[in-house]
């Protein structure tokens, strides 16, 4: 009998774990939350923007033979140290590709509440 319930458990479980969102989800997320900050939030949360993605499609762009074009967009998840614990990418191309597993892990501002979404777009030209 325990072992009965214990399966039913591990059943009820796997049925209640959320599956994974998907980025269109995410962004709707990051645009409402963007919203929320104040203008000083939005000044801090552009400025470590700018420079750590800066500097990771500045990387990525050395690696690539020939320059990109179009365009892609990141969604990140930031907890409340300011750590980029998860993404969702929109695009596929290298540069797009490089620049998510670069900014993974890194740290931006920290925000008002966590999770916290924010997207960061790219457009090549």
Known sequence: MKFINLLMGVFFCGALHASPMEY?????LADRHEKM????QIQALTSTQGVVGGKAIAECS?????PESGQFSLVMQIDNNGT?????????SDVAKCFEKKMTGQKLFVPPFSPFYTVFEMHFR
Do not use: E, F
């Open 62 to 66: 050395v690696t690539m033979s020939s």
């Open 37 to 40: 900050l104040s203008n000083a």
């Open 84 to 92: 980029i614990v998860r993404t969702w990418l929109s695009g596929d």
């Open 24 to 28: 269109m989800t995410a962004k709707g």
